[in-house]
């Protein structure tokens, strides 16, 4: 039943499902070149689609269903047969995959760091009292409410231009991205200050590429394997084991970072109300190959501090 790469037999044609931003597109494109260089002969397209989270842009994703709406349509794609695979940004893959589903090639990061985005302020530490940062994920906003009480935090959302945008209108005194977005789109320069792990830890995934297949395409799965990068596999196994033990999929503000440094991962992750006012952070060290329990570990450890209290004051997943 399973076909490993060394056996498989050569595509002839991929189809990749993608949604249809500008990122999401580069992301797409980005494979589909790299699966042209190793598969020659093989016609490699994209097929684009619009998904729920993509439509619903005035609430917060946290209050409309969380990760999932970013890959559901694409999910069905697979499922009718007019897709083969589908590249994500690994950041908006839910931590439990769907039945039927798996993310089966990791590829290397980008840079996972965040990014520090105003036309008027060098960096944080540069904004006054008052100024308003656009941010909808509830990690950022828990950093920057933790370290930065007297800033103004205001719901954003949108693709990454029209984040953009609404800076450049001034209804922002700045914004934070993720700096993997920015770069990717050849937008690098307008990062003014990239944060450090210590200053706002990434979240999960944020900077790979996850590519998701069928279950049983295990030809799909053989195609793409040469993509997998093992380093930065390991890394985000240890922050999504972290995060899904913590029930990271929706509403909960958490980061999760792991490196690998002289052969040992290191995993840092955190939990935070929204308002910033209680943090639980932790690290822990392991071999790489036991990246998902390191992930786990570390989030039992951070619920033995307090966590748990942060946790039960959330709400679910919607
Ligand atoms: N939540 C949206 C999202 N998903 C992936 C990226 C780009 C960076 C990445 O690949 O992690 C972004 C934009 C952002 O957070 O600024």
Redesign the pocket.
Known sequence: MSVNASNASAPRKIVIASRESR?AMWQAEHIRDRLSGLWAGAEVSILGMTTKGDQILDRPLSQIGGKGLFIKELEVAMQEGRADLAVH????VPMEMPEGFSLTAITAR?NPRDAFVSNKYAGLDALPAGAVVGTS?LRREAILRAKYPQLKIEPLRGN?DTRLRKLDEGQYDAII??A??LIRLGLKDRIKAVLTPEQSLP?P?????GIEVPADRADAAAWVAPLNDPDTAYCVTAERAFSRALGGSCQVPLGGYAVIEDGQLWLRGFVATPDGKEMVADELRGQPEDADTIGRVLAQRLRDEGADAILAKLAACA
């Open positions: 990122l940004s690994l950041k908006d980008e994920s990454l991205l993720a993997a977005g979240a995934g944020q900077g790979a590429l």
